[in-house]
């Protein structure tokens, strides 16, 4: 069964960083790529990243291209989201997900290759 959690969310002013973790279970991480979305109060739930099985390729919405970087670690069954820049429009809880493909190549671009979001952790960015 897989299980995601999130955490590494905080309150930060607008320019400031912040590093989310998103730690994996129940499955073969390394076969699967992984993605983060997040989503807005009364907003539906948007891309933000992936990263396939391998690490080799990623894939960013165009508002956080150059701001925010995906990595994972294989060893330690764990992806990250390294957010720079931040800004204000950033505010929303942001979630993790594995693809529901073994193996693929390419980074999808759309929440809908994923499988379950875990619950997330807020983001919340001052102006």
């Known amino acids: 069964q897989v299980h995601v959690v999130e955490s590494g969310g905080g309150l930060v002013q607008a320019g400031g960083s912040l590093r989310l973790s998103c730690a994996a279970s129940?499955?073969?991480?390394?076969?699967?790529?992984m993605g983060w979305s997040r989503q807005a109060p009364g907003k539906e739930r948007e891309f933000v990243a992936s990263?396939?099985?391998?690490?080799?390729?990623?894939n960013y919405r165009d508002s956080v291209k150059g701001r925010f970087t995906i990595l994972r670690d294989n060893a330690k069954n764990m992806v990250y989201l390294q957010m720079n820049n931040l800004k204000p429009e950033d505010t929303a809880v942001y979630s993790c997900?594995?693809?529901?493909?073994?193996?693929?190549?390419?980074?999808?671009?759309?929440?809908?290759?994923?499988?379950?979001w875990g619950q997330g952790t807020q983001v919340t960015v001052s102006s």
């Open positions: 990263i396939t099985w391998s690490g080799e390729a990623t």
């Open positions: 129940g499955f073969t991480f390394s076969n699967y790529a």
């Open positions: 997900a594995a693809d529901t493909v073994l193996g693929r190549n390419w980074p999808v671009g759309d929440v809908a290759y994923f499988g379950s």
